[in-house]
């Protein structure tokens, strides 16, 4: 009853840009905290950025300075504006929402299906 899709990945040049977007829909009743994964080939998935509904944020450190997550709590959106891509940044990302919904009222984590992000050297 919940759903998470994902778009705007794609393929850059190293040092370019890219904005990627999370929108939760259906049978959401408060959503405590969104964020963005990776997971590279034969890499575990790891944290990149995420963000409260107060609006604290929190960043590997591998991508401080370079990526901005921000939410809009009215769409039930999540953007992350990913600048100066590297090439080790190449991974296929994976948008994270802990919500409660009004079937299930305990707060649990749902996932998006993952978008691919190449950067190119």
Known sequence: QVQLVESGGGLVQAGGSLRLSCAASGSI????????????????RELVAGIISGGSTNYADSVKG?????????????YLQMNSLK?????????NARLSSYYYTQMRDY??????????S
């Open 111 to 120: 996932w998006g299906q993952g978008t691919q992000v190449t950067v190119s």
């Open 87 to 95: 090439p080790e940044d190449t991974a296929v990302y994976y948008c």
């Open 29 to 44: 009743f408060s959503i405590n905290a969104m964020g963005w994964y990776r997971q590279a080939p034969g890499k575990q």
């Open 66 to 78: 370079r990526f901005t997550i921000s939410r809009d709590n009215a769409k039930n959106t999540v």
